[in-house]
Every structure is written in structure tokens, then in C-alpha cells.
């Protein structure tokens, strides 16, 4: 039976409150039951383990065609071509998502891995003997900047642009703010850098943007579709495995016995990344749009409404975690939904889980001690959890 009844909520999970503290808010957001409405946005919140799953695997009733974020694609006209794997549905969707499966492979993984150790060696041998660093710009955004469209093929000059068109892609998932008028003020020029590295022409030999236009050239893809889909790399493989690897270092750096579990034996780098992962993904939330009325635990949901699906909050749901809020490289992690789950589940998720398990070994075998030195800040983007600033005293390794 549906009822009329909805429970709402003031929260504004876009707040800098709410974003400072997301995880006492979700636990305020749980507590009102499966299903909230947000005034402030005229939205819906889940953020329960248990609810967020069917919503994220339910393609035909939750789109993703509506948009990633809180703007309505039914209803608004969206900022930028639509992502021909983000923003789509079945049937377009599967064609774009096996050509990104392919490209990222085990194979492919494989070949580049080695690149990875040798990056992630020179990048914290340039910090290990420093003694305070500020993490985030000196340390952790130079690694995926250099390896991320390495990989890709991209000619060394203007990567830049990659993290302002990054924080546009991710910002467009947020409110329309003073932050992200002044940032788009720019769009015009970035937009036109980012379109003219997508094309064939602009793809070095060997990486996996070739690949992509290899699987043009067999006819799986149009030349304009292998365009967007390099698009969607430079959107989605950068900013995001940034903010990841800087939330584990956080989470290593404040929890000083996992540190010295994972000093002892860099194999748990990978352990500690996905339980990172876990406990503080740098992607909080996804959207779905319905494409119908629906029932939702009693709820009645109209047609083209939005869902904000928390997955923050699934991590550290304690229906479905024991000792949600601690950080345990040790702990259990399979089921953990910070990667999302179902058909738009990230498909970069391999890649992004070498980057981090590269990177966190290296550390693990030069640095000694690792300790905040200050306050951690959070970057403003609101469509990613992330930090601008991660101050660390930190002592090398004796061999
Ligand atoms: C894309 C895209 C952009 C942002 C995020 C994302 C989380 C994909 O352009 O395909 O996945």
C-alpha cells in the first residue's frame, strides 16, 4: 500500500555543515526511515545499505538518463552533452560500457602497472626527506595527473585543465552556488581544450585512449562515440582517484595503529584502500531520476523525481557493518558500495584500486611516520568528497 504520507527533512546534504560532518547527519538521515524528502531540494534521500542496492540495480525504475546529479535532465537542459555512459539507459548503455570494460582490462592493468610503481617511487621519494608536507597538492594530486593521462596518451602540457574541467564535471552534480558560477565563468576555453585532446588525432601511441579508437576502427563505436568516451575519462580518471588516495592517507595518518599494520606489510595497501573506501568514499552520493510512479517501502514516489542515494552513509550503515565508524585495513570488506554497484557501477574501479594499491605499497616502503601536522581541509567541490589540504609530519624510511 503506498500512503501519502512522506517523511521530510531540513538537511542540506550541499550545506558546509552537512559536508563537514557528513556522517552524523546520515546517521540523523537513517533514522527517519528508508526514504526522506528533502525540502530544500525538493528531493529524495536513501541511506540505508539495505535500500540504496535495489535503487542503484533497478535501471528501468531508477534512470540514470535524468542526470548524475541534482539537476533534472527530464525536466532542464543539461550543461554539456550528455556522458554516453553516465547518462544513459539500456539499450545505449551497454555498448559504451563493454568498449570501456575492454580498454580496462586485466590485461591493460598489467601492461601499466609497472609505470605506476615507478611514478608512485618518484613521487614520494621527492617528499620522503622534506619533514612537513602538505599532502594533497605536493604529494597525492601529482600522482593521478601524471599517470592518469599517461595512460590515456596525452601530451604533457595543459594537464591542468584536467582538474578544472574535473571540478566542473563533478560541480555540475551540486546546486547552482556563487562557487560554481565563478568556475563555469570559464567553461568556454576549458571545455574546447578537453574536446581537442578527445579527438584520434590528439591520442599518443599505446595508451588506452587508442584503444578506444581501435574499437572505432573494428565498428564497435562511432568516431564521435569513441570521442565522448575518451570525454568520460578525462571527466571521471582524475578528481576522483585524487580524493580517493587523499582520504585514505587521511584515514592512515589519523589512525597511527593502521599505519604501522600497513608499514609492516605493504601487501594490505590494497586492503587499506578498500576499506577507505568504506569509510570515507570521495563519492558520497549518486543520483537516480524515476522514470515512473513508484511504491518505495510505502512511500509513494511520482514520476521524474529525484533520488539522492548515499553511499557514504551505506558504508557506515551499522545494519550492515559492525564497528561502522572504525577505520580497520583488516576488516571484511567485501559488499562495500563506495565504487557504486550495478550497470553504472564504476568501471574504472580496477584501475583506480591499482593506482591506490601502488601508491600506499611505495609509501608504505620509504616512510617511517606519518602524522597530521594540522588541520585537513575539504575542497568546495560538492559533487566529490575530497581535501585540498592534508598538512603531514613525516619521517623516511632507514633501510
Ligand atoms: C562521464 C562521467 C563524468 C563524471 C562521473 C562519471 C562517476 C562519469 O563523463 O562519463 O562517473
Not at 368 to 397: C, D, H, V, W, Y
Amino acid at each position: 500500500m503506498s500512503s501519502a504520507t512522506r517523511v521530510t527533512s531540513d538537511l542540506d546534504p550541499f550545506s558546509p555543515e552537512f559536508r563537514a560532518d557528513p556522517y552524523s547527519a546520515y546517521e540523523k538521515l537513517r533514522s527517519l526511515g528508508p526514504i526522506v524528502w528533502l525540502e530544500k531540494y525538493d528531493i529524495w534521500a536513501v541511506s540505508h545499505h539495505e535500500t540504496i542496492i535495489p535503487v542503484l540495480t533497478d535501471w528501468e525504475t531508477y534512470s540514470n538518463a535524468g542526470g548524475g546529479g541534482l539537476a533534472n535532465y527530464f525536466k532542464e537542459k543539461p550543461w554539456r552533452r550528455p556522458s554516453i555512459i553516465l547518462e544513459v539507459d539500456p539499450p545505449e548503455h551497454p555498448k559504451a560500457r563493454a568498449a570501456l570494460t575492454r580498454t580496462l582490462s586485466p590485461k591493460t592493468l598489467r601492461a601499466i602497472r609497472p609505470r605506476f610503481e615507478q611514478d608512485a617511487a618518484m613521487f614520494v621519494d621527492a617528499v620522503a626527506g622534506r619533514g612537513e608536507i602538505d599532502a594533497i597538492p605536493e604529494l597525492v594530486t601529482p600522482y593521478p595527473l601524471k599517470v592518469f593521462p599517461d595512460s590515456v596518451g596525452m601530451e604533457a602540457d595543459g594537464r591542468e585543465n584536467l582538474l578544472t574541467y574535473g571540478s566542473m564535471v563533478f560541480g555540475s552534480f551540486g546546486p547552482v552556488t556563487p562557487w560554481y558560477e565563478e568556475l563555469m565563468s570559464r567553461v568556454g576555453p576549458v571545455q574546447d581544450w578537453i574536446l581537442a585532446h578527445c579527438k584520434r588525432e590528439a591520442m599518443l601511441p599505446g595508451g588506452i585512449g587508442e584503444m578506444i579508437y581501435d574499437a572505432v576502427d573494428a565498428g564497435d563505436l562511432t568516431e564521435e562515440e569513441g570521442g565522448l568516451l575518451v570525454r568520460s575519462f578525462l571527466s571521471a580518471g582524475v578528481d576522483t582517484t585524487i580524493d580517493s588516495i587523499g582520504l585514505c592517507l587521511r584515514a592512515l595518518a589519523e589512525h597511527p595503529d593502521q599505519w604501522a599494520l600497513l608499514r609492516e606489510d605493504p601487501s594490505l595497501a590494497r586492503a587499506a584502500f578498500e576499506e577507505a573506501t568504506r569509510y570515507d568514499s570521495s563519492s558520497q552520493s549518486l543520483f537516480r531520476t524515476t522514470t515512473r510512479e513508484v511504491d518505495f517501502a510505502g512511500t509513494t514516489i511520482g514520476k521524474h523525481e529525484k533520488i539522492m542515494c548515499f553511499l557514504g552513509s551505506a558504508g557506515r550503515d551499522p545494519a550492515r557493518w559492525e564497528n561502522a565508524d572504525t577505520f580497520d585495513i583488516r576488516r571484511r570488506t567485501v559488499g562495500q558500495i563506495g565504487f557504486g554497484v550495478g550497470i553504472h557501477g564504476c568501471v574504472g574501479q580496477m584501475f583506480a584500486r591499482l593506482e591506490a594499491e601502488v601508491f600506499f605499497q611505495a609509501l608504505a616502503a620509504r616512510i617511517e611516520t606519518l602524522e597530521p601536522s594540522g588541520p585537513s581541509q575539504l575542497r568546495l567541490n560538492p559533487g566529490l568528497r575530497g581535501l585540498s589540504s592534508l598538512p603531514l609530519a613525516i619521517t623516511p624510511r632507514k633501510h
